[in-house]
Nanobody, 123 residues
Framework: QVQLVESGGGLVQAGGSLRLSCAASGPNFSIVSMAWYRQGSGKERELAAAIATDGTANYKDSVKGRFTISRDNAKNTVYLQMNNLKPEDTAVYYC?????????????????WGQGTQVTVSS
């Protein structure tokens, strides 16, 4: 199993910045990709940004140019730098990791989720 621990959410005024962090831990695993999803009140969960092991990143159109996803492979940690935040960015942000866990006789690739961190942007 892989555990994801998020930090960095909070309340910020429009135009402000926040940085989210998510650290993955557990025995005998390797990360395939990591991402940040978000879910606003009454809305479906959506992908905000994702990054592959080679550093290739992709973003939801509405956050391009404002959000930057990065990762530290040695620390199994992913970051989301959010600048020029807007009220519509208000949501619970969830860290996601696709990881391979190695057991004695087999390996299993699965998706893992963090507990979520609230980001609130006031106008």
């Amino acid at each position: 199993q892989v555990q994801l621990v998020e930090s960095g959410g909070g309340l910020v005024q429009a135009g402000g910045s926040l940085r989210l962090s998510c650290a993955a831990s557990g025995p005998n695993f390797s990360i395939v990709s990591m991402a940040w999803y978000r879910q606003g009140s009454g809305k479906e969960r959506e992908l905000a940004a994702a990054i592959a092991t080679d550093g290739t990143a992709n973003y939801k159109d509405s956050v391009k140019g404002r959000f930057t996803i990065s990762r530290d492979n040695a620390k199994n940690t992913v970051y989301l730098q959010m600048n020029n935040l807007k009220p519509e960015d208000t949501a619970v942000y969830y860290c996601n990791a696709r990881a391979v866990v190695y057991y004695n006789t087999y390996e299993l690739e699965s998706d893992y989720w963090g507990q979520g961190t609230q980001v609130t942007v006031s106008s």
